[in-house]
């Protein structure tokens, strides 16, 4: 159980345009989903932690208008990059947190997005 | 301000055991995290400590010391699939997730 998938996996685009990555908890309703950005060689950085329902809370240094993400319901959070840019290009992991207090963050697989 | 730090990378041998250190300073403590992960994937869960002690897990094994801030990985008989970087996170008052740099680990035949 516990299975948290995202879409796509990897994704190339081109310079302004924008891409959606949708981040889906496929057996378990996830109240609070993260998004994070993991450059090469580099830890995780927690973007934004957005709970079902609400408005998403950004970390400092992250552009919510450039950042928008929904959680529309306990099961789907989509992040989407609007205009972007080449240094946007990484790998976006996005996690779950169930309703039963799990202390345990569900990863998905991630998404690389490379923007030309 | 709050801080995780681990060794940036380890070296060990096929069949040997490793343990991965981790020290932290956060804004309180509601737990701390192992992670493993392979390159370019995402962080698969190992382990989660909140009492001092130690928790087994088949070749994993994760300690914790609350009083002195520090935490460490042991994995015993070295498998060379083990080679990925292990990251420590610990979970602040405010149930936020602080995360370490990783410690990349290499294993050689």
């Known amino acids: 159980g516990a299975v948290v998938s995202q879409h796509p996996s990897w994704v190339i685009c081109k310079s302004g345009t924008s891409v959606k990555i949708e981040c889906r908890s496929l057996?378990?309703?996830?109240?609070?989903m993260f998004w994070y950005r993991q450059f090469p060689k580099q830890s995780l950085m927690l973007m934004a932690t957005?709970?079902?329902?609400?408005?998403?809370?950004?970390e400092q240094g992250v552009e919510k208008d450039k950042f928008l993400i929904n959680h529309a319901s306990l099961t789907l959070s989509t992040l989407t990059v609007t205009s972007a840019h080449p240094e946007d290009s990484s790998f976006y992991i996005c996690?779950?947190?169930?309703?039963?207090?799990?202390?345990?963050?569900?990863f998905g697989p991630g998404t690389r997005l490379t923007v030309t | 301000g709050q801080n995780i730090d681990q060794p940036t990378e380890m070296t060990a041998t096929e069949g040997a055991i490793v343990q991965i250190n981790c020290t932290y300073q956060?804004?309180?403590?509601?737990?701390l995290f192992w992670y493993q992960q392979h390159a370019g994937e995402a962080p698969t869960f190992l382990s989660y400590?909140?009492l001092d002690g130690l928790e087994e897990k088949g070749r994993f094994s994760s300690f914790l010391s609350r009083s002195k801030g520090y935490s460490y990985l042991l994995l015993k008989e070295l498998q060379m699939k083990d080679s990925a970087s292990y990251l420590c996170?610990?979970?602040?008052?405010?149930?936020?997730?602080?995360w370490g740099a990783g410690t990349k680990l290499i294993i050689k035949p």
């Open positions: 996690s779950a947190s169930g309703t039963s207090d799990t202390y345990e963050q569900y």
């Open positions: 057996d378990f309703q996830a109240t609070t």
């Open positions: 957005s709970n079902e329902g609400s408005k998403a809370t950004y």
């Open positions: 956060t804004s309180g403590f509601n737990g």
């Open positions: 400590n909140v």
């Open positions: 996170a610990v979970r602040d008052r405010d149930y936020q997730l602080i």
